[in-house]
Nanobody, 126 residues
């Protein structure tokens, strides 16, 4: 059974940093794409960043480029989202999701993913 488990959400002040972690288990394919999404209240879920686990290619939306970094984490099949210079508009529930490939922009669309974690809350407020 495939499972994705997020952790690391917290409340931080603007300008602060936070690292989220996504632990993937049960995936038997060698190469897959892990994407971090977020959903703020009354807004649609949006992709933030993605990584291919085999070649470590990374992808970001413009709003987080230069502030967020996606990378492999501690242990096999762990994927971290390092978030710096956090802004109030980064407040959201953050989810990780997995699919076969990141290519051709497929990592951007919510409906391209069937495997999801339960989410972890990030709140940026003074």
């Amino acid at each position: 059974q495939v499972q994705l488990v997020e952790s690391g959400g917290d409340s931080v002040q603007p300008g602060g940093s936070l690292t989220l972690s996504c632990q993937v288990s049960g995936l038997v394919i060698g190469s897959y794409c892990v994407t971090w999404f977020r959903q703020a209240p009354e807004k649609e879920r949006e992709a933030v960043a993605a990584i291919n686990n085999s070649d470590l290619s990374t992808y970001y939306v413009d709003s987080v480029k230069g502030r967020f970094t996606i990378a492999t984490g501690n242990g096999k099949n762990a994927f971290d989202l390092q978030m710096n210079s956090l802004k109030p508009e980064d407040t959201a529930m953050y989810y990780c999701a997995a699919r076969i490939s990141c290519l051709d922009g497929k990592w951007l669309r919510v409906d391209n993913f069937q495997l999801w974690g339960q989410g972890t809350q990030v709140t940026v407020s003074s």
